[in-house]
């Protein structure tokens, strides 16, 4: 045999280590799945104190991992929430906050959204050669100019694929009705309006050409039964069952409206999916529950199978599905270089009741609960990481972190870079995380109330272990004993109802976590130190605050024009779900 040539064997050595060089990248960058529940009370889970709902999967990802109990949403309501988990910044940086008492993308139908010019950890990841998708919840807006321009939509913001719910679950969601009949409907009376419309362009065409004789009334009378059916049916539908609870693939409606019931289900179906695509590369998958949100729609093996109503049934599904994604990552051989992250995007719905019985979730020991800017209970979340081999298991970090920092902890952990031409606010949980870092690297939080900031969190860079909190401004609770505001169905943040404290009220969390007891100068000697110490904090801040359009206020007005229709509007009606299940996973970015 002749001996290989001296370039023959360059090449080969040259590819091996090309190789080698491949595999060692991607094991240099983890896999991220990142879980985020809606609506999901701190107080609901078994690792957090629960001992009367079964969340067995989720107590299970606490135990391999680290368990966060001082973890902060950057706002008590869903959109302004997401994009600061999103972006790593306040809110208020983005413009996604408003003055006003709408605080969130008010429907499919408005202009509002997170500004383009944002960068999400999706797009930072993406530049490292993830894959990156999200499916569930979005709720960051959808059009801009027509009802096709998804000029928010997810793949604007670094998501290689989606599937889900632009927006977010609403009470006319669900139960949703049969829609065979109107199914049916609908493509006969399109059929209808098309057939109609060719009978107008043909005699039109045949009047003017002199071909036929009819008359021009006839003509106009075949318009106007065009407009007036088109009306009447657009009427008819004018539930927001129709035109925002729907979903999506891609850019594709796949369901309008959905069958909210089973979209869960088929959701974690496409989240396996996803995994077992994307197995051999790195990737990003966020996963984004409708659950726990009103109105709860929950299949009926879970039905009645809690101590706590409708609640806790889609509390023990949401948790079914957390099991069946975690034995996914498993059953792929993802689990050791996959960081699984798990957390709600505000505290529970105190105020979501139907007659006396609550379907809104459980905050535990923290007063107040979602759309409340400055308590506990709106803003303190459950947060668990697990990254076997690089994140001791079974820990507990008492140290307050924020959601906020998942982009700069991702961008560590792949290897990423942050922008440099705007503020970061969050920080990289990974040296807390390992345990090569006793304090959070945050020394002051502040939380805010759609633009107002209702409280100020101090976290002293000594081991005194206090956390101070100052409120500036509280809600006025309906009725006032209630600790809620029941006549409102969500507490506000400006004006009458609201409560302006000066001096604001004081409380050390490490000794009064509940909140019951505000500090006086008499009951504590740094009283006056730590107020002026927050002040000067809050001042500070708010300098680094450039002016935005608040996309919750000046754009968070409907437009009929910007309605999604999966059809030819106004006659929108679609089911492809069916069709689309018995066909293979559908391409990236189709």
């Not at 009645?304 to 051989?333: P, R």
């Not at 006025?476 to 000066?502: D, I, K, M």
Request: proline residues 7%; aromatic residues 10%; hydrophobic residues 35%.
């Amino acid at each position: 045999m002749r001996p290989r040539s001296p370039l023959v064997f360059m090449s080969l050595v040259c590819t091996l280590l090309n190789t080698c060089q491949a595999h060692r990248v991607h094991d240099d960058k983890p896999n991220i799945v990142l879980i985020m529940v809606d609506d999901l009370g701190i107080g609901d889970l078994g690792c957090y104190g629960n001992d009367t709902i079964r969340t067995p999967h989720i107590d299970r990802l606490a135990r391999e991992g680290v368990q966060l109990t001082q973890h902060i949403s950057a706002a008590s309501l869903c959109s302004p929430s997401r994009s600061a988990f999103l972006t790593g910044r306040y809110p208020i940086r983005s413009g996604m906050v408003s003055s006003g008492n709408r605080r969130v993308v008010g429907n499919l139908a408005v202009p509002a959204g997170l500004p383009l010019n944002e960068t999400t950890f999706a797009a930072l990841l993406k530049k490292q050669g993830y894959s990156t998708g999200l499916i569930g919840k979005w709720h960051q807006g959808l059009n801009c100019d027509s009802r096709s321009d998804h000029c928010h939509h997810p793949y604007n913001y670094g998501f290689d694929y989606y599937y889900g719910m632009p927006f977010t679950l609403v009470d006319s969601c669900w139960p949703d009705p049969s829609r065979n009949t109107e199914l049916t409907f609908e493509s006969q009376l399109w059929l209808c309006v098309q057939l109609v419309a060719i009978a107008v362009l043909t005699l039109t065409f045949g009047k003017l050409s002199g071909w036929v004789s009819v008359p021009l009334l006839l003509i106009f009378s075949m318009i106007l039964f065009i407009f007036l059916l088109g009306y009447a049916w657009f009427s008819s539908y004018t539930s927001p069952l129709y035109w925002d609870c729907l979903l999506m693939r891609g850019h594709e409606i796949t369901e309008q409206p959905m069958k909210a019931e089973r979209a869960g289900s088929i959701m974690v179906k496409e989240a396996i999916s996803f995994l077992e695509r994307h197995r051999k590369e790195p990737f990003l998958l966020f996963f984004s529950f409708l659950h726990v949100h009103i109105p709860l729609p929950t299949t009926d093996d879970f039905i009645g199978t809690s101590k706590h109503g409708l609640y806790g049934d889609n509390v023990e599904e949401m948790d079914s599905m957390m099991g069946k994604i975690l034995d996914a990552i498993d059953d792929f051989g993802l689990r050791n270089n996959t960081i699984v992250y798990f957390t709600s995007d505000h505290g529970g719905h105190l105020e979501a009741r139907r007659g006396h019985a609550q379907l809104g979730g459980w905050n535990g020991i923290y007063k107040g609960g979602k759309g409340m800017g400055g308590w506990e209970g709106g803003i303190r979340v459950p947060g668990i990481v697990r990254w076997p081999g690089k994140v001791p298991a079974g820990r507990l970090i008492k140290e307050p972190t924020s959601l906020m920092d998942i982009l700069p902890t991702v961008a560590s952990v792949s290897g990423g870079s942050l922008p440099q031409d705007r503020v970061i606010d969050g920080r990289d949980l990974m040296p807390l995380l390992q345990g090569n870092a006793r304090h959070s690297e945050h020394e002051f939080l502040f939380h805010y109330c759609g633009s107002q900031p209702h409280a100020v969190r101090w976290i002293p860079k000594d081991d005194s272990g206090a956390v101070w909190k100052a409120h500036y401004v509280t809600p006025v609770f309906q009725p006032p004993e209630a600790g809620g505001c029941y006549v409102t169905s969500l507490c506000r943040c400006f004006g009458e109802q609201v409560t302006y404290h000066n001096p604001p009220l004081l409380f050390d969390l490490s000794r009064d976590p509940s909140e019951s007891t505000p500090l006086t100068p008499a009951t504590e000697p740094l009283h006056d130190f730590v107020i002026k110490k927050v002040a000067d904090a809050l001042k500070e801040h708010r300098e680094t605050i450039m002016p935005v359009t608040y996309q919750l206020s000046e754009l968070n007005q409907g437009r009929m024009w910007l309605k999604p229709c999966c059809g030819v509007f106004p006659f929108c009606l679609c089911d492809k779900e069916e069709e689309l299940s018995q066909s293979q996973a559908p391409d990236e970015k189709r």
